[in-house]
């Protein structure tokens, strides 16, 4: 996880850094009691290197870690250091970046709080009472202030930049995922309107626009229109004596070249096996050249390219009408259908008002 990785990198850089700030101490000429600090912070952060190996007290070294942080090791390093006059307000800002990168809910208020509070007091108290904080010479103040601000600032650096790679990082996954997630979607989508063997929409965006015409209708904003059921004639025949393959390109080549000759807001949909579902909206003459063209496509010489197959179809279709259900349009059209097939197949019947049961 990031919080781990960047826990890692702070612990580590506490010991280095407190490595460094020893060596400078000594190089400087400081008092070595001012290395008693960093010798405790090299020891806290190894051991909580050690600890956070246990996954299940983790969290809770984590946490006491930098509470030990905050009302030990920054109070002891202001005093000792002189006050306001030293380096410390860096490391607080380091831990403060620490706290907010590490921790969340009310861990973090609760860290940030008594950060604040603490640095805060620490200023009163040096109001108070600056006779507690040690006093250094100046030159030495200086040269610890050449050696200490430049590595707290390349510290602060380098943890705002950890976080920042593992930001990017994660964001490249997150939008990659994000892009796969839609992706997927939109097949969904297909998948929930098309039929994905023909291409045409499916029998639920069928249902869908059938049942919004019926509702339309009972409400008395009536429009002229009419369903057709198509079947393709023998197309178990078909299936048996080609195999799958042969009527499988039959229902694409079909499909694909019905599709294109109906246009929005009309309807065309694979009803399940052979059998297309027609929605039209428009006259009577209108619907049937379309039928009509219909039964042209299914010429296997122009569909299939295999001239040894005859197939044709059957088609029946009923207008809607005023106070009709769902249930009386599906009778009355699948009634048209089977008188259509009853009547020696490759007809059209029609099943609507005042032009019942017309073939040709």
Not at 254 to 272: D, H, Q, T, V
Request: aromatic fraction near 12%; proline fraction near 2%.
């Amino acid at each position: 996880m990031l919080e781990d990785y960047i826990l890692k990198v702070i612990l580590i850089a506490g010991v280095i850094l407190s490595g460094l700030c020893i060596v400078g101490n000594i190089i400087i000429g400081l008092p070595l009691s001012l290395n008693i600090k960093w010798t405790i912070l090299i020891l806290m952060c190894i051991l909580a290197l050690i600890l956070i190996r246990r996954n299940s007290i983790q969290e809770k070294v984590k946490f006491i870690f930098f509470l030990l942080i905050i009302v030990f090791f920054i109070p002891f390093g202001w005093i000792d250091s002189g006050g306001s006059a030293n380096n410390t307000i860096a490391y607080v800002f380091i831990i403060l970046i620490s706290i907010i990168y590490l921790f969340d809910s009310w861990k973090r208020s609760f860290l940030v709080f008594i950060h604040i509070s603490m640095f805060t007091g620490l200023h009163i108290l040096e109001y108070l009472r600056p006779d507690l904080m040690k006093v250094h010479p100046s030159q030495s103040q200086f040269l610890d202030r050449l050696l200490q601000i430049p590595l707290t600032l390349y510290a602060s650096y380098l943890l705002i930049k950890k976080f920042a790679v593992a930001y990017k990082r994660e964001k490249r996954k997150l939008d990659e995922y994000s892009r796969k997630l839609e992706e997927a979607n939109c097949k969904l989508r297909v998948y929930a309107t098309y039929d994905e063997l023909t291409g045409v929409y499916n029998r639920r965006i069928f249902d869908e626009n059938l049942n919004i015409l019926i509702d339309n209708n009972q409400d008395g904003d009536i429009e002229k229109a009419y369903m057709a059921l198509i079947d393709i004639d023998y197309f178990k025949e078909i299936n048996d004596t080609y195999g799958h393959l042969v009527g499988d390109q039959i229902l694409k080549s079909f499909g694909k070249m019905a599709s294109e000759a109906i246009k929005s807001p009309n309807i065309l949909a694979r009803w399940g096996g052979d059998e297309f579902a027609l929605l039209y909206y428009g006259d009577i003459d209108a619907v049937m050249g379309k039928l009509e063209l219909f039964q042209s496509y299914i010429d296997v010489e122009k569909v299939g390219k295999l001239a040894d197959i005859k197939a044709t179809l059957s088609i029946g279709i009923t207008d809607l009408r005023h106070n009709d259900t769902v249930q009386d349009v599906l009778k009355r059209v699948d009634e048209a259908l089977y008188k259509a097939k009853a009547n020696g197949r490759n007809k059209i019947t029609k099943d609507i008002i005042g032009k019942k049961e017309f073939f040709y």
